[in-house]
């Protein structure tokens, strides 16, 4: 029998990531170049697709030689803004709508007293651009147990957006186990992203029904690696590939479904193009096609 190929139910670009390829591409077509202040997606297909439209990548202003410049749907703190509108350059804000959302929520917060913590990695571009919107009152956390200061009393706790819900839920519990003792005042907020959470869903429940699971996406997308741990712990074996032609024939020997979930910066086409390659790279269909052509 021929290998059956699942594709999860949610994967590939989210809402966000396909909000700002639009938003750049229609900049681009109308109005010429564009700099993106760091990448718009973390795959090198699309930018690879992104810079012959006219959307270069470059990590920040010193690199700009375009009247116009991008920011990206991770979004960006407010010395961006002010040095864009400084260098009279066009802005394409990008940023999505959800992590604007906590951009606002810590402006907010830090101006009512709240020390803001957002759960997270401190090297992310969201993240760093959510913590530039505390003016220097808010912090960081990987970990619930990493040291913190509580100087006034009052807590908000947001998170980055690609954390899982759960992920999100067990920092606030233990948080507030370590340090309720110093803490008057706690606000969470979920700034959580539900379409991640649903691609983490769709990958668990097809990782649990077939014999390998093929996640795409690029190695640099943290996302990506997510998705791939999610797919392991689920018990399957899995491989994380950026392209269709990284997939070995070997991987297919002895599978009968294969799963095929994708990263919230992977396009469409990648995904096609995999599920197409494992059909031909299906070592049970080329033996069958030996066993006619021997007959
Ligand atoms: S993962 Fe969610 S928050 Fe991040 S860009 Fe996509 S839709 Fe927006």
Redesign the pocket.
């Known amino acids: 029998m021929a290998i059956e190929v699942r594709t999860a139910s949610a994967l590939g670009?989210?809402?966000?990531?396909r909000?700002?390829i639009e938003m750049v591409e229609a900049a681009a077509d109308e109005q010429g170049p564009i700099d993106s202040l760091g990448s718009i997606v973390h795959n090198p297909v699309v930018a690879e697709r992104l810079q012959r439209r006219g959307v270069g990548i470059v990590p920040g202003f010193a690199g700009v030689t375009s009247p116009r410049v991008a920011i990206t749907?991770?979004g960006a703190g407010p010395e961006v803004y002010r040095t864009a509108t400084s260098g009279k350059l066009d802005l394409v804000d990008t940023t999505?709508?959800?992590?604007a959302r906590a951009q606002r929520a810590a402006r907010r917060l830090v101006n009512s007293g709240f020390k803001v913590i957002i759960f997270g990695d401190e090297q992310h571009p969201?993240v760093r651009g959510v913590l530039a919107w505390t003016r220097g009152r808010g912090v960081v956390l990987a970990d619930a147990a990493d040291p913190v200061e509580i100087p006034r009393r009052k807590v908000a706790l947001l998170s980055q957006?690609?954390k899982s819900q759960h992920a999100f839920t067990d920092f606030v519990a233990r948080f507030l186990e370590l340090h309720i003792d110093r803490i008057n005042e706690v606000r969470v907020i979920n700034t959580t992203?539900?379409?991640?959470e649903d691609r983490y869903e769709a990958a668990r429940e097809l990782a649990r029904e077939v014999d390998l699971m093929i996640v795409i996406g690029g190695r640099n997308s943290a996302?990506t690696g997510k998705l791939a741990g999610t797919c392991r712990a689920a018990g399957v074996e899995t491989y994380q590939i950026e392209r269709e032609d990284e997939i070995q024939r070997g991987w297919l020997e002895g599978r009968r479904v294969v799963g095929v979930t994708a990263g919230?910066s992977t396009p469409d086409e990648s995904v096609t193009a995999v599920v197409r390659r494992i059909k031909q790279l299906d070592p049970t269909a080329r033996r069958k096609e030996d066993t006619a052509r021997a007959g």
Do not use: D, Y
């Open positions: 670009f989210c809402f966000g990531v909000r700002a749907a991770h999505c709508p959800i992590v969201e957006t690609t992203c539900p379409e991640t996302n919230a």
